[in-house]
């Protein structure tokens, strides 16, 4: 038998399932969006930030609330936010302000929130530095910029360190922009001083002999910061110095061509630039289309004449902004006497 407050308790489930009107309850889910990071130059745009939220949705459009605020900024500034209400608000800062503002944005109804952020750099003044040891022996060299407080990895011979070093400008370059680099190698120091430039990347290369060791310092024109969308950078570097006139051959027969110099194949899909013929210690760059990034061999040559092993492109051909090099080390121990290697540069760069 079902007594009474069973009965009516069944009753009121099946009203809930069958007979309620969904439509009359609140379900809301606030979504926001506070954009993109990006970069800002006082310089080009004035001292005045521009924000934008109103990409953020409430799935069931009852409406929210805007609440902005700077959750951290650089030591020593004191940026503030005008109609932080607002969907679209606008930073105030000074016009010497460098260094990252993070800014903090609430959506709100009722008692429900939800909150994002967005990161601003201001006039950044980082450059990124790497280190090739291209000398064919068994000693390590070692990275050192003392007025960044960087002491780098040992990096054996015919390899590159594993991160590229953040410098900060503001602090590290002297009056005129320049920075003391230091390199021990074979239980000397090397000294070279490079004027940096905010936001670009620079391979020094350790080239030479261990007897003759020198630094060469290339600045690269193309870097995750410089690359255009839809494109990505390639550059070689001859690091060998029994080596002129090195051209890189392809094989491009998975994608219906065939044997031929590289620069053949880049025009050919239409790229302006080419990586010509490189001597001891030339360096050449260019960029190229993104979904034209093929895993096929590449390799060193001379008149014609193989000099290397043949390496394949690394980079992701989905992803904007990346950028890689090819670099042609003398090498005793290798077949041809050189060895060419292919760094994915941009995967060693702080994301």
Do not use: H
């Not at 800014?103 to 109804?109: C, D, L």
Request: overall charge negative; some cysteine.
């Amino acid at each position: 038998m079902i007594r009474k407050n069973s009965l009516s308790l069944i009753v009121s489930v099946f009203f809930l399932l069958f007979c309620s009107d969904f439509d009359e309850v609140e379900f809301t889910v606030l979504q926001p969006d506070a954009g993109e990071d990006f970069l800002f130059f006082t310089s080009e745009s004035g001292t005045q930030i521009p924000l934008d939220g109103s990409a953020s949705t409430d799935v069931n459009d009852l409406g929210f609330t805007y609440s902005w605020e700077i959750a951290t900024s650089p030591e020593g500034t004191s940026p503030s936010i005008q109609n932080a209400d607002s969907a679209t608000p606008t930073i105030m800062i000074d016009e010497g302000t460098s260094g990252r503002i993070t800014v903090s944005m609430i959506i709100a109804r009722g008692d429900q929130q939800a909150r994002d952020f967005v990161n601003i750099d201001v006039n950044p003044q980082i450059a990124n530095v790497l280190l090739v040891n291209g000398i064919d022996s068994d000693e390590s060299a070692n990275l050192k910029i003392p007025s960044a407080s960087i002491i780098g990895n040992e990096v054996t011979a015919l390899s590159v360190d594993n991160i590229y070093y953040d410098i900060n400008l503001s602090q590290s370059a002297d009056a005129n922009g320049n920075v003391l680099i230091e390199v021990d190698f074979n239980g000397a120091t090397l000294l070279a001083t490079q004027a940096m430039q905010a936001l670009q990347s620079y391979t020094i290369y350790l080239v030479g002999s261990l007897e003759t060791p020198e630094l060469l310092i290339v600045a690269k024109r193309y870097n995750q910061n410089t690359i255009q969308p839809g494109l990505v950078g390639l550059d070689a570097t001859n690091l060998s110095s029994s080596v002129s006139g090195m051209v890189l051959f392809i094989d491009a027969t998975a994608v219906g061509f065939t044997i031929l110099p590289a620069d053949v194949l880049f025009g050919s899909l239409g790229v302006t630039e080419a990586l010509g013929s490189l001597d001891f210690k030339d360096n050449a760059e260019l960029l190229f289309p993104t979904a034209s990034i093929f895993p096929i061999p590449i390799w060193a040559t001379v008149d014609g004449e193989r000099v290397s092993n043949d390496v394949n492109i690394t980079l992701n051909n989905t992803d904007d902004g990346q950028f890689g090099t090819f670099i042609l080390y003398e090498d005793a121990s290798a077949e041809f006497g050189n060895t060419l290697t292919f760094i994915n540069n941009s995967a060693l760069l702080t994301p």
